[in-house]
């Protein structure tokens, strides 16, 4: 359906009136409104509040959402502000009941400056349930009440000495920058970010063949501050950016003491380093030019230097004199001194040679240069023995050049092809390949067999070689020589995707997806020998009536990959298969009654993922259960208008989660002899939320 301008009414409107004006009285404009102008002048916005209920407190409900609370506020609100010089607000409020609360505002002159300042919490919730008898988590001291150690979890006082740990942190992010225009043709931004985690997350520490899993504190902060100068004419446009990242992290290290009955004397305590503070400073500059109506030239480069210094922990808290094993002043250094420096430059060329053909053309290349000083360390196995070869520090480093061609052509009518030839050079340093290069060849075809019905079909080729795979000689024991790592192993792949749209009348529409891929690795004897996956994918949009519209989607997706493997050191003695698979189906429904003053809402998924893994080996064993999550979901919303500028508003949502993981589910603290675990179950809950307020419009 055709629909016209509302500014080009309004003319055809006032000319009309103003050839009638002997007619008829003059028409009064003042009430008019213009929908189609730019800005809108004056105050208006929304403000949401009311009650929301919380059924039970979920661990895995509240991960992201901040729903773990059993009555929280409804807080929501929006606010904008244009006046006629040119001045302008804006305010955005969303869940400030809830941890994961976010607060923005920007304000500013038109053509002159804009400020902007916003705030945003995150929480994250790992796990549910976890207990455990250390004492002082959240702390960098783990300590152990009386009885303690034995040498089987079973020998240990758990029942009268576990208590509830809370895995989780939040996330803090205060947001700021101020950006103004010097001129005609130049503008300056400035941006700082402040970000702050605070909590504990899941670890584990082991002494040779017994383990505990761990609280970790987690006490960092990152600051980063971009400041930039831009300039842009009709043909010239260029950026000149500085950009700085520093991360502290309040605590060094970990220490637990051993709650199993050392196996060497001395070996008490444990010690975990923690990420250790860092910076990374940047300078980068991008540049577009048209060089004619028909060939645009764009070009950008950063150069980077990342930098680490922090001071080293212990090799070992075990001072045993027997155990004979190292000290902190036997480290050659006291610190890495680590540094590494980055560099990113592309290049593009984008070309209209003839009417509906378009050449595109691009390099890239990436660096990461670790210059870092190897150094010779002791060799110390969890605190127990001393490995008779030290280890070094291998400054990882790697080029990569990409090389990109592509060719869009419109044909007749609504004909589109395009082809594309894309090569990937990379060249690394300690690794057991020190170039593989990947040449990728795909193209696609799009358009329109017949007037409702829309059709694409991509294909790719990509061919990925190496020169040659060695073997690493800084690991210790070395390994198989004939095994293959995925990402460095030579591998083909083919992949399709299909998909087609039907609009069968002004009421209906359908669409049908489907994706292929698959990865055969024929010269890997150990290691990832094959990789498939395919999707089928299907939604479908229907207009029961002027009041009421319905949508459908579903989704099936299947990932099979095999590997193979050696106990022996030698040929492939045993192989697995995984086999993951993943099937979605949902509708949604919107529908406006009472003469639009009630608009109801609901949406419904069903969501399932399994997971298999089967093992042939040379002796036989049980095969390992599947591990599968179930997710319900419904959710219904109302909105009904009580005057003008007032609505009421409600929702409901209710979700059924369920999973099943064998390598958790019964897993006690006990359960093992030699693992101390923190008990942690997979997820399974039934939550109903339900939020009730009043939303006000100005």
Avoid at 313 to 324: H, K, Q, V
Avoid at 520 to 541: C, E, K, P, R, V
Avoid at 628 to 642: E, I, V
């Amino acid at each position: 359906m055709r629909t016209s301008n509302p500014i080009f009414l309004i003319g055809a409107l006032g000319a009309l009136t103003a050839s009638t004006a002997s007619l008829a009285d003059p028409v009064d404009t003042s009430q008019w409104k213009c929908e189609s102008c730019p800005f809108e002048k004056g105050a208006s916005g929304t403000v949401d509040l009311g009650a929301g209920n919380v059924s039970q407190q979920s661990t895995k409900f509240s991960d992201f959402s901040g729903l773990d609370k059993e009555t929280y506020l409804v807080a929501d609100g929006s606010a904008r502000y244009r006046n006629e010089g040119g001045f302008f607000g804006s305010l955005q409020a969303r869940d400030l009941g809830l941890d994961s609360r976010t607060l923005y505002g920007q304000v500013g002159q038109e053509g002159l400056y804009t400020l902007r300042l916003g705030y945003d919490e995150l929480p994250r919730h790992f796990a549910g349930g976890a207990v455990s008898p250390f004492l002082g988590n959240g702390g960098t001291q783990l300590s152990l009440p009386a009885g303690f150690p034995a040498s089987t979890t079973a020998g240990m006082p758990l029942a009268s000495t576990l208590q509830p740990v809370d895995l989780g942190f939040k996330r803090s992010l205060l947001d700021a920058g101020v950006s103004w225009i010097a001129g005609e043709n130049l503008t300056y931004r400035l941006n700082a970010r402040h970000d702050v985690r605070d909590g504990t997350r899941p670890g584990s520490g082991s002494f040779y063949s017994t383990a505990s899993q761990l609280a970790m504190p987690v006490d960092q902060v990152t600051d980063q501050i971009e400041l930039a100068a831009s300039y842009a004419t009709r043909k010239l446009q260029a950026t000149l950016a500085y950009h700085v990242s520093l991360f502290r992290n309040g605590q060094q290290g970990l220490t637990w003491t051993n709650p199993f009955t050392p196996v060497v004397a001395g070996a008490n305590s444990g010690q975990l380093a923690l990420a250790p503070d860092n910076q990374f400073h940047q300078i980068s500059a991008s540049a577009g030019y048209q060089l004619n109506p028909q060939i645009r030239a764009s070009a950008d480069i950063a150069v980077g230097r990342m930098t680490q210094n922090a001071a080293y922990l212990a090799p070992t808290l075990n001072t045993d004199p027997s155990a004979g094993l190292p000290k902190l002043s036997d480290l050659s250094a006291a610190s890495l001194n680590g540094r590494a420096d980055t560099f990113n430059a592309n290049l593009k060329l984008t070309a209209t040679p003839v009417d509906g053909l378009r050449l595109n053309a691009s390099y890239a290349r990436d660096v990461r240069d670790n210059r870092t000083a190897i150094g010779s360390y002791p060799a110390v196995s969890t605190d127990m023995f001393l490995w008779a070869r030290p280890r070094g520090n291998e400054p990882y480093s790697f080029w990569q050049d990409r090389f990109k061609l592509i060719g869009d052509y419109r044909g007749p009518g609504s004909l589109r092809t395009s082809v594309g030839l894309e090569q990937d050079n990379r060249e690394r340093s300690y690794q057991e390949v020190v170039t593989t290069r990947e040449t990728t060849l795909w193209g696609s075809v799009a358009g329109q067999p017949t007037a409702g019905l829309a059709m694409s079909l991509k294909l790719t080729h990509a061919d990925r070689n190496n020169l040659g795979y060695g073997v690493s000689t800084w690991v210790d024991p070395s390994e198989n020589p004939l095994m293959r790592k995925y990402n460095l192993a030579q591998r083909q792949r083919d992949a399709a995707k299909l998909r087609a749209d039907w609009t069968a009348n002004e009421k209906l529409t359908i669409g049908v997806g489907l994706d292929a891929t698959n990865d055969n690795y024929d010269h890997s004897t150990i290691g990832l020998t094959s990789g498939h996956s395919y999707s089928i994918s299907g939604d479908l949009a229907y207009a029961l009536s002027e009041q009421t519209q319905l949508r459908l989607f579903a989704q099936g997706e299947n990932i099979r990959s095999q590997q193979a493997g050696s106990e022996s050191y030698a040929k492939p003695d045993w192989s697995n298969r995984i086999e993951d698979q993943f099937q979605i189906l949902g509708m949604g429904v919107k529908h406006l009654a009472m003469g639009g003053k009630l608009e109801l809402g609901a949406d419904l998924s069903f969501t399932r993922s399994h997971s298999n893994l089967t093992v042939d080996a040379a002796t036989s064993g049980p095969s390992f259960p599947t591990v599968s999550t179930t997710t319900d979901r419904f959710k219904l919303y109302a909105s009904y208008q009580l005057k003008d500028n007032l609505s009421l508003i409600g929702s409901y949502w209710y979700e059924h989660y369920d999973s099943v993981n064998w390598a958790l589910d019964g897993v006690a603290p006990d359960t093992l002899h030699n693992l101390l675990a923190l008990g942690v179950q997979p997820p399974r809950y039934n939550e109903n939320v339900v939020r009730l307020g009043l939303r006000y419009r100005f």
